[in-house]
């Protein structure tokens, strides 16, 4: 990926997070030229699948009217999407379950970037793309911007990397400055190791292999760091930090800063495992987040 994002799907279910989500989006879009697809994923309400032989003309009637309703809703979605000036390279309407065909579309678009909204229910309750985020995150493999937060959540005005020493986030450091770059946003580094390691408790003085492990985790991050000068034009500030990783990212950011962490990525000690708790990152972060899975950039 020399440029990024190049193509774009952005999901949407008509709701005030899906609204969030296309803001993004679009943003995006129009930052980086890139293409721009939109999906909307419908469902069956599961009380229809119980219906009796009796009622299945009365269900096909049905069917047909929410799949007009879907079709209608993706249509405004994108009708707002061009209004921002970005264009809708293609509006994809799907039905099944909403993480596995959002995956699914973003594989056949080698869409490089999946944007999607959190707790988002919409106006018929038929694709909760919030409740499915977390799906479409462990589903994925291409890269996924989980978008949440107030009208001021986008764009964001700073970056926050969590970095283990892993390829994955050495790979989400790398993206996520991409971004950092077409968003004009400063860029911060941090690198989290549990105090859990050290024994006695974390109130008495640490042993001084810990200390090293720290100064040299430290020399490690700003290494780097400067390895994304070439992208940002200079090297972003860095941070070494003891305790939870999400918690710790939770609280560095803030509401405002996107987080960006890889995904199943564990680093050569084991000691920060930002990849193994990407949902739980996901879960904590009140801001817009970027998991990118391990897969070469």
């Known amino acids: 990926m020399n440029g990024f994002p190049t193509r774009i799907l952005a999901a949407t279910d008509g709701s005030e997070h899906a609204a969030l989500t296309a803001k993004a989006a679009c943003d995006l879009s129009l930052r980086a030229g890139a293409e721009l697809h939109v999906v909307h994923v419908w469902q069956v309400p599961r009380l229809a699948m119980t219906l009796p032989a009796a ?40 039905k099944g379950r909403p993480a596995e065909e959002v995956v699914g579309l973003a594989e056949e678009l080698e869409a490089d970037l999946v944007v999607v909204g959190s707790r988002g229910l919409g106006r018929v309750e038929r694709l909760t793309t919030g409740s499915v985020s977390e799906g479409i995150v462990h589903l994925a493999s291409r890269p996924t911007l989980v978008v949440r937060g107030g009208a001021g959540a986008w764009p964001p005005r700073e970056v926050v990397v969590g970095n283990d020493g892993s390829r994955e986030a050495a790979r989400a450091g790398k993206l996520a400055a991409r971004l950092a770059k077409l968003l004009e946003a400063s860029v911060l580094l941090v690198s989290v190791y549990s105090t859990n390691l050290v024994s006695p408790p974390v109130r008495a003085p640490l042993p ?15 290494e780097r760091a400067a390895r994304l000068k070439g992208v940002l034009g200079d090297s972003p500030e860095t941070m070494v930090a003891t305790g939870d990783a999400a918690a710790v990212l939770q609280e560095v950011a803030g509401e405002s ?10 680093g050569a000690v084991r000691r920060f495992t930002v990849g193994s708790v990407s949902t739980d990152v996901l879960r904590a972060v009140a801001g817009p987040v970027l998991i990118v899975p391990s897969k070469e950039a």
Request: no cysteine; proline share 0%.
């Open 55 to 94: 009622a299945k003309g009365e269900y096909s009637r049905a069917r047909e009217r929410w799949e007009r309703e879907a079709q209608g809703l993706l249509d405004e979605q994108a009708d707002r999407v061009r209004g921002t000036g970005a264009a809708v390279a293609g509006a994809h309407l799907r």
């Open 208 to 222: 001084r292999a810990f200390n090293m492990l720290l100064s040299t985790g430290d020399d490690i991050l700003k």
């Open 257 to 266: 800063a996107l987080v960006a962490v890889g995904s199943r990525g564990l």
